[in-house]
């Protein structure tokens, strides 16, 4: 009930709305001598009136993507911090790949994955995956291996299982840096959808390719319509998972300075 509360207070607010209308401001002093370049706000705005459902059919695609990419680089995430911190011979063997991975430019390999996995859905969950996969297993790693080493020395004088440890102590220990990671790769799975629509070139929808048409028939006034769409989309997830954050990790200090 406090988030909630909170949230209707100026401060919480104000500063964004501040900050938004200072974005429109200088969005408009630019756009009035550069109409070529920066569309004006009324015309991106006159794109949702005019065709709603075409970006509202587009953003639930890219939405779709992001959030099933996103649940399963989570899932593999969480499974292999769990695999290196409980094995010293799976950690010296998956944290050499894990640290390739991350170096990989998804950029480069997505072309690829499209022609291996066709234009369907896998290809674009693959990389939404791959970009979320790194943060999510480095901040679980560290959040596992963050247990207090005298409540430990507890948990093994009572001769607890290591499931036990793991799901008693080492889980809950991990929660704050699982959230962290999730802050972060929440919209950033968003970046992940838009990078497998602009590689699939055959691809019927998704905001990624909007852009990718729209930019190449000189359609800014679009263009920066579905970018609007991906900047609420992806704010309307931050939100979301810092609300679900607040109410998971109620008892952790993390939370008394929000």
Not at 77 to 89: G, K, Q
Not at 191 to 198: H, K, S, T, W, Y
Request: net charge positive.
């Amino acid at each position: 009930m406090r988030g909630a509360a909170g949230f209707w207070r100026p401060r919480f607010w104000l500063p964004t709305v501040l900050a938004l209308l200072v974005v429109a401001l200088l969005w408009t002093w630019v756009a009035r001598d550069n109409p070529y370049v920066l569309p004006t706000l009324p015309s991106v705005g006159r794109q949702f009136l005019d065709q709603p459902d075409l970006y509202v059919t587009n953003a639930w695609t890219t939405l779709q993507e992001a959030l099933l990419g996103l649940l399963l680089g989570t899932l593999a995430a969480v499974v292999v911090a769990v695999a290196i911190c409980e094995s010293s011979l799976l950690r010296r063997g998956l944290t050499p790949l894990a640290v390739i991975l991350n170096v990989t430019p998804v950029v480069a390999i997505a072309p690829a994955l499209v022609v291996a996995f066709g234009f369907g859905m896998t290809p674009k969950l693959i990389v939404t995956g791959l970009i979320t996969f790194f943060p999510v297993l480095m901040n679980t790693v560290t959040g596992l291996r963050s247990v207090d080493r005298h409540v430990l020395q507890v948990f093994r004088t009572v001769d607890a299982s290591r499931l036990d440890v793991l799901l008693r102590l080492r889980f809950p220990s991990a929660l704050p840096y699982l959230f962290s990671a999730l802050r972060v790769v929440f919209p950033l799975s968003l970046v992940g959808a838009i990078v497998a629509e602009f590689s699939a070139a055959g691809a019927q929808s998704g905001l990624g390719t909007l852009i990718s048409i729209a930019s190449s028939n000189s359609q800014l006034d679009r263009v920066f319509a579905a970018i609007a769409c991906l900047a609420l989309m992806g704010s309307l997830m931050l939100l979301l998972v810092t609300t679900v954050e607040r109410r998971a990790l109620s008892w952790h200090e993390s939370q008394n300075h929000r």
